[in-house]
Structure formats: C-alpha cells, structure tokens
C-alpha cells in the first residue's frame, strides 16, 4: 500500500501538543511491525520542493496527488489538498483519507476566538469531516464532541490517545525522594502554549492567593511558546517566564517541579500532564473535557473558571505529603496506560486497515 503522510515541517521546530503528536508518530511508525510491508511517502514543503511558505499543500501537494496518488492519505494535522473531492467524485482517483482532529476548542469556547477564526476552523472541520474515510480523535470527549457538534456518523471516529516518552529517572530515587523538595527550589510549574484557552491568567490570579492567603515558599514558572502576562508588582520576583525550551531543559523542569498544574479550559487530550506524572511529579488540573478522562483518579481535579478552586487545590498537596505521594503512586501507574510506540501503531492499523 501507498501511504502518503502530508505534514509541516514547521510544525516540529518548536513542538508542543500537534508538533509532538506529528514528530512522535513519525519516529515510531517505522517500529511498527507491518510498517515495511508499505511504501511510505512523506509529503511538506521541503519533500515537495515548493519554494514559498504558502500554497504548498492546495498547488503543489495537489498536484502532487493527480499526478502520483497514494492508497491512502494521512493528514495528521491542518486540512487535505483542495484538489482532494475532484480526484474523488471527477477523475475517478481515490486515495482513502485519514484525518487526526484534535478538539473542538473553538466551538465549546467560542468567545476566545475571533469571528473570523471561528469561521475558518468550522469551515475546515465540516470538510474534512465530510470528506475523511476514517477520523483519528486522542479521546472519547473529542468523539462526544465531533457528534454533538457536527453528527458526525461515530463508526468512521477511532480513539487513539497520544502518548508519552521515556526519559529516565535517576536511579534508586524513591517515590517519598520524588515527593520531598528544598524548600527554597519549589516552584509551581506549568508547561504549554499560551492561547486563551489555556487559562494563564487564572493560573496567575490562583497563585496570587496561594502566596497572600498561605504564604507559600514557591515560585511559579511558566515555560512554553509566546507565554508572557501583566504580573502584579509584588508578585514579579515570584512568577518566571522562561519561553520554550527544548526537550532536556523540558524534562529538567517537570522532574524538578513540586507540583504541575494544568489549568486549561479546553484540551484534546493534555500531552503534558502525563508527561509530569512520568517523572514522578504530582499534577493538579482541570476538570473539564478530555483531562478527567486522562487522569483518572491519578491528580487533583479544580475547577478552572474559580481562581480559589486551583489555589485550593495547589495547596492541598502542599500542605500534605502523604497526597503528594499517594499522587505521585498514581500518576506512575496512569502513565502505564499511554506510551507512542502503542499508539503508533494503533494509528498505523486505522490508516492500512
């Protein structure tokens, strides 16, 4: 079978949720077993050879996809060709279509997008939901959602949730070890994109009360694309931003962390929380979406519209390190349930199946 994997290289230079989903699959597919029994094409920008940063995937991969068509297109991220329902329904080409949607944050929260940024995502999803033979979602609440939102038929969703890497541990550490921090190197540590969705400024608006109210000894980093926010004066030696960092620095600052939380209003699937719990980290976060289903009983669970409701549910790890364990047992024994390698190939089954 032909396997054309349409991506963008941009996607992987600075990788959060979607980059690490793109660059993760990528790395396992060829593990899988049956993956030498195909022909694997991989489809940019710089594969394709098209010298501008815009129009690659409508001209030159559509082009690409009348002149030499794969059996199967996987477009684990953006949108298809244009040319895509011409080869289906007028030249008699029909390469099956896999498509990976991730959430439907601009429909459950449509006020922090823009009119016309709404628009343009309702466009593309009702296309390529129209158009995919098969849709790949990370969790059972992007499926509710898909048919909630657009009665998508559910036999053509697959559930494939993203996975997690292996870094290691240092030897002989112990759990209660993992759960016990310097008083004067504790810090709250959040890891992610920015976007409205994600909650900063009630994550920012909690740890003021944790420091007035408890007087806790922990600062707050935030590391991530394009992160910056107002902070209060009293609070600027307090709260670090430190921008992305690459994967050593990454795990560095969740192994070290006391506690992650993960405030986010909206969330596909939360790469980043079972990340924290890999290394043996407690994690606190929203109890909204996809991360009760991530989590389990594995982490605190705060409501994130109530600033009170996270600094309540920060400082109730804090203040007791049995919990702090008992999480930190739980988060290892979650993360059991996720690694890339099984969700690769899980991917790879819906795409040659």
């Known amino acids: 079978m032909r396997i054309g994997i349409q991506i963008s290289s941009d996607y992987l230079k600075q990788r959060t949720g979607v980059e690490e989903y793109i660059f993760q699959l990528l790395k396992h597919f060829p593990m899988v077993d049956d993956y030498k029994n195909h022909q694997i094409f991989i489809y940019s920008r710089?594969?394709?050879?098209?010298?501008?940063?815009?129009?690659?995937t409508q001209?030159?991969?559509?082009?690409?996809?009348?002149?030499?068509?794969?059996?199967?297109?996987?477009?684990?991220?953006?949108?298809?060709?244009?040319?895509?329902p011409v080869l289906k329904y007028k030249c008699g080409v029909h390469p099956k279509l896999v498509i990976t949607i991730q959430g439907l944050e601009f429909e459950k929260l449509p006020k922090m997008y823009s009119w016309w940024k709404r628009k343009i995502l309702r466009f593309l999803t009702k296309r390529n939901i129209k158009h995919a033979d098969k849709i790949i979602v990370p969790s059972e609440n992007t499926k509710k959602d898909l048919i909630q939102f657009y009665n998508t038929d559910p036999q053509?969703?697959?559930?494939?949730?993203?996975g997690v890497c292996d870094p290691d541990?240092?030897?002989?550490?112990?759990?209660?070890?993992?759960?016990?921090?310097?008083?004067?190197?504790?810090?709250?540590?959040?890891?992610?994109?920015?976007?409205?969705?994600?909650?900063?400024?009630?994550?920012?608006?909690?740890?003021?009360?944790?420091?007035?109210?408890?007087?806790?000894?922990?600062?707050?980093?935030?590391?991530?694309?394009?992160?910056?926010?107002?902070?209060?004066?009293?609070?600027?030696?307090?709260?670090?931003f430190v921008g992305y960092v690459d994967e050593n620095k990454k795990w560095d600052l969740l192994r070290n962390a006391d506690i992650f939380v993960f405030p986010s209003f909206y969330e596909g699937f939360?790469?980043?929380?079972?990340?924290?719990?890999?290394v043996g980290t407690p994690v606190v976060c929203s109890n909204t979406s996809s991360l009760p289903e991530i989590v389990g009983n594995s982490a605190l669970l705060f409501n994130p519209y109530h600033p009170h409701d996270i600094a309540e549910a920060i400082y109730k790890i804090i203040k007791n390190p049995d919990l702090k364990v008992e999480l930190i047992k739980r988060g290892f024994e979650n993360v059991k349930r996720f690694s890339w390698l099984k969700s690769a190939k899980e991917t790879f089954k819906v795409i040659t199946s």
């Open 59 to 84: 001209f030159r991969l559509s082009w690409e996809m009348k002149k030499n068509p794969p059996d199967v297109l996987f477009v684990p991220a953006h949108t298809f060709p244009l040319i895509y």
């Open 156 to 162: 053509k969703i697959f559930i494939v949730h993203h």
């Open 46 to 56: 710089e594969t394709l050879k098209w010298p501008f940063k815009w129009g690659w």
């Open 169 to 240: 541990l240092p030897a002989g550490l112990s759990v209660e070890a993992l759960g016990a921090k310097e008083e004067a190197d504790k810090y709250l540590l959040y890891l992610g994109r920015s976007d409205r969705r994600k909650n900063i400024k009630g994550l920012i608006r909690a740890f003021d009360i944790l420091i007035h109210k408890y007087q806790i000894p922990h600062k707050l980093i935030f590391a991530g694309p394009n992160i910056g926010y107002y902070i209060p004066r009293d609070l600027k030696d307090k709260i670090c």
């Open 270 to 278: 939360g790469i980043p929380v079972i990340e924290a719990q890999r």
